[in-house]
């Protein structure tokens, strides 16, 4: 066996290393000890304090602790050691930059699969730390994982949600863009019964924008007003229930005012979706009475000014307010926001491969998400989210009714006057004939 003292041998001329008893060999002896020890200390101290080394798992604890983090309850020493690793790496690296976050996700990731001899991402072994968030031409099936700064996140109007989107004529609410841009908004119109669905009219006061629809919902239809699938972005498209293109009936209008009049030739010549600007935006509803549209007594011939309300008891002022209406029409209102300060960790998870045994993939989506949460900077939004392999067939229900609504004739109540004849000698009869 090779010792300390046979390598110092090893190293002196050749009479001094052949006699075993003489007094140089006794002093190697004695070095020897020394540095036997030595070794062994340094043993001990790299399986206590290197991390790829440590073999107890309260050694890789204490480690842990230097770096600010904690073992999860389901790790073990081997998965562990290796988000512990590519944790370091990030800190050493600067921990809060896009790059830091890549090579965090990407090595713990490579890492994992070969501790664990699975595959969470296929193809992973092939790329870098930058290739690897990068699509590549040669094998187009490959899924990068991805890093999305400011992702979009869709809101709805929680303020009508609240309503349960039932919205009455001249309801005004507010809506905030928390967004780094200004975006358009989407709407849903559902048709109350009685045909109060009548002209439905939705203002942006903020930015002066008006979108309506040129006709009557009846009960259940669903007008959804979305963008159109062409450029520029804000232009509009309608469909009632999904299926039906409405598009021609939309109008809209920039530059809209209270109380002031537009007329045809002020509408924009391509419907257009409503502006939301950043921060608040001041909403208001109307239905405003249209030619060749049949909402009587469910429209108004005139606008609203910016005093005019529903009456409410000392709420309101006098001459400056209508007898409530109650509602005329269910109103979803939605908008994607760019959101500041926030950035996306997209992994793709269609298919994963894993040895015999408990699976392990849910408690690495737990460790990654962990990971990363920890790496990002103060105040910044963090998300890890994980694409399972997923396939879709979209539907719709329409309900439509069974039975033809026809609408009432309307005139005045009883008798105005009995059929009458001009008076003609030897042909009229007396007292159901008038001169003329």
Known sequence: MTTVRNRLVELLPLPYAVGGDSVLGQLLNAFAVELEAYAEDLDRLRRTHWVELVYRLEDLDRLAAVLGTTRLSWEDLPTFRTRLLALAAARLAGAVGPNEIRGFVF???????????????????????????????????????????????????????????????????????????????????????????????????????????????????????????ATPPDNARATLDGTRDVTDRLFSLRGFRLGEVFGRDQLDPVPRLARMARGANAWIFLSIGLYDVRGLDHVFFAIADAELREGTFDGTRFDHALFPSGPVAAVDLRWTEQEPASFQVRVPWQVVVEESGPPRYRELAEALRTGVVELHAAGVRAEVVFDPFTESQPQRVSVQLPWVVIPPERGPSGVDRDLALGARFGESAFASTRFE
Request: no cysteine.
């Open 107 to 229: 090595g713990y990731l490579s890492r994992a699969q070969d501790a664990l001899r699975a595959t969470y991402v296929l193809g992973l072994g092939r790329y870098d730390a930058t290739t690897a968030f990068q699509p590549d031409a040669r094998v187009p099936a490959f899924r990068p994982l991805a890093l999305v700064e400011n992702p979009l996140r869709e809101r709805h109007s929680q303020a009508l949600r609240d309503r349960g989107g039932r919205v009455p004529y001249l309801l005004r609410w507010e809506e905030h863009n928390r967004g780094l841009v200004e975006t358009f908004a989407r709407i849903t119109i559902t048709g109350l019964p009685q045909g109060r669905t009548a002209v439905p009219v939705l203002a942006n006061l903020t930015t002066g924008d008006l979108i309506g629809y040129r006709g009557v919902l009846r009960v259940g239809q669903r007008l959804h007003i979305d963008a159109a699938d």
